[in-house]
């Protein structure tokens, strides 16, 4: 099926290590979300894209956190000097048009753990 | 800021009726959703509410959306073992695509 996939999986890293988290969103869809999910703090909302427009950042943790999004498609999360806290799974969403209901379809997520 | 909350847990027993219910702050609201979480699966959406709607029906769920009180309910009719997840509520703002979930409700369903 051509849903949204995420890779790694699953990625174990050492505190201070630079990391990247790679999403691939449904063809044709203009939105690509993150979010990330840690115990404590839910479901947060980090970084979404829309189109050639300027990402909105404005749930990124620290700018040890950074996002890129490619040819309006394929996006990749870095997160630089990870740190204990930075553990958590990591979801990528993408929908066709962010200004109506349209749904979000996530991925299955990347779970980091840094230890 | 934006915020929204529900409670963390809900047991209820097969056949029964489920209410998980959730409290947002955020006025501008403009589309209020419930996503299913199963164990290992990724985020799913039940359903989703407009906010100039009261009530949305589908098969077994209702939705509720009191925009006065800022509350939202997802009502789960004759629940079921495989209805067994953790369930979010989420609000859109207008002008914006973001996402803001609650913490999520665990039901169990006891056979």
């Known amino acids: 099926g051509a849903g949204v996939s995420q890779s790694p999986s699953n990625k174990v890293t050492e505190k201070g290590k630079d990391v990247e988290l790679r999403c691939d969103p449904i063809s044709g869809h203009t939105a690509l979300y993150w979010y990330r999910q840690s115990l404590g703090q839910g479901l947060e909302f980090l970084i979404y894209?829309?189109?050639?427009?300027?990402?909105?950042k404005s749930g990124l943790p620290s700018d040890r956190f950074s996002a890129e999004r490619t040819g309006g498609s394929v996006s990749t999360l870095t997160i630089q000097r990870t740190q204990q806290e930075d553990s958590a799974v990591y979801l990528c969403a993408s929908s066709s048009s962010p200004g109506t209901g349209f749904e979000q379809f996530f991925g299955p997520g990347t779970r980091l753990t840094v230890l | 800021g934006e915020d929204v909350e529900q409670s963390l847990f809900l047991s209820v027993r097969e056949g029964d009726s489920s209410v998980i219910n959730c409290t947002y702050t955020?006025?501008?609201?403009?589309?209020l959703y419930w996503y299913k979480q199963e164990p290992g699966a990724g985020l799913q959406l039940l359903t989703y509410i407009f906010s100039n709607m009261d009530m949305k029906q589908d098969q077994r769920l209702t939705v509720l959306l009191n925009k006065k009180d800022k509350h939202l309910s997802l009502r789960i009719a004759d629940t079921q073992t495989g209805d067994s997840a953790i369930y979010f509520c989420?609000?859109?703002?207008?002008?914006?695509?973001?996402?803001?979930f609650g913490q999520g409700t665990t039901l169990q369903v006891k056979p």
């Open positions: 955020d006025s501008s609201s403009t589309y």
């Open positions: 894209f829309q189109g050639n427009s300027a990402p909105d």
């Open positions: 989420a609000e859109k703002g207008s002008n914006t695509g973001k996402l803001i």
